[in-house]
């Protein structure tokens, strides 16, 4: 089977329907969270969701799409990191794929491996384009470490892992939990879930 | 009304309103291309900024645009130009110190080199989204030959957004009345996370299979190609243009990225 027809089996209607579905999710429940005035964003639920479900490809385009609508509805900066939410998926697709969605300690495993890529891509981005700051609290942490003496790609790395740490474990256990509550009904959709 | 309020678009006649969406896409991308790989420093982003905002105040959106990249531009500046400034690790010449702690020179200028790239992005992304409504930006896509798949998945987010919002705020309000503390320790806070996600998701789920049916129903994944009532208009020149522009980010990108000492000579 070529990669083409591959790719179609992977992505009938139901995906396409359920990447839309996920790129809302991934708005809609930021708006919700903030009222917890947690550390955490989880904008990247959705993302990670499609991922585990429908496979890496499918989890990329919904991350990818989501930061590049978000940009064209409210703030071109998201567009920026577009690329880093593209990887979330990816990572996390992947991570199902070796099953890491099966029990809740896995799924910690998996929210750091996630970190880890999702710090790789989006170092440089914030490095280059931001001088390494993007105007939100963890700005803080960067200037901190800075007075410490350290270096402005060391200071990035840690920031954007720090920030990131606790919203993608929290992101990853999340959708453990999401999954192992989906109705018989809609889990019987999905054939990756008996993997992951 | 509320479809009008979620995107940025803004009606207008101008010129700009009328350019092909690819086009100004295409000269999105020149532009930040240029501001990140062109050599001369800060000069390039400059002269960009200016004629970006020259193209907003033309198509008589600068207000909107300016008061847009305020809101952007100030929290960032308000950081960078402090922590630079003081702690940036290349700095080594002092312009003034206050007990000790000193004000210095490479930092400022390496924010103020980084503000005004982003300066010059933001500007121009900011004319793209004010000028192009996404429905001409999803035709145009489809018309270049992208499958109507893809122009779904663009499309109807936008569309599915303000029920999904309002549903959140329903399903806020319920929680609250049921006594979902949204203060307290961060234990409490952090366990009232899933009561407030989980109805929405799985809510989500319950209409995927719907909107899927109905899609098929309708010749989603039918081969054919699909008329539209939209037209966006296109002209030779303008593809002229894009391809033009597209070679010298190409360009751009290879002197960037090619180191010059194995080029020259």
Known sequence: ?196 | MQRADLSLFIKGESCLHSVHPLSKLTYVLLTGVTVYCAPGGYLPAAILLGVNLLLAAISGILLQVWKFSWRTLLPLALFMIPIHGFLNPDNHTLLTSYHGVGLYLEGLVFAGRVLLQLAAVLCISLIFVFTTHPADLITSLTQAGLSASFAYILGSPLLLLPAMRERAKTIQDAQRARGLGSDGGVIKRIRSMAPLISPLILGAFAEIEQRAIALELRGFNSARTKTSLRVVPDSATQRAVRKLMLLVCLLLFIYKIVPYQYVSY
């Open chain 1, 1 to 196: 089977m070529g990669v083409t027809e591959k790719f179609k089996k992977d992505f009938n209607t139901f995906t396409w329907v359920l990447i839309s579905v996920a790129i809302v999710l991934n708005i809609a429940v930021g708006q919700l969270v903030s009222l917890l005035k947690l550390p955490i964003f989880l904008d990247s639920i959705g993302t990670v969701l499609v991922g585990v479900l429908a496979g890496p490809w499918a989890g990329g385009i919904a991350g990818l799409l989501t930061n590049l609508i978000w940009g064209v509805i409210s703030s071109p900066v998201a567009a920026a990191f577009a690329p880093v939410a593209m990887v979330i998926g990816i990572v996390a697709g992947l991570c199902a794929k070796f099953g890491m969605f099966k029990n809740w300690w896995t799924a910690i495993l998996a929210g750091l491996i996630i970190t880890v890529f999702n710090s790789v891509v989006a170092v440089p981005i914030r490095l280059y384009m931001f001088g390494g700051i993007t105007g939100s609290g963890a700005d803080f942490a960067m200037a901190y470490l800075l007075a410490l003496g350290k270096d402005l790609f060391g200071s990035v790395v840690v920031t954007v892992f720090t920030a990131n740490v606790i919203d993608k474990v929290a992101t990853a256990v999340l959708v453990w939990a999401i999954i192992k509550g989906l109705p018989e009904k809609a889990s019987a959709r999905f054939p990756r879930l008996v993997r992951a």
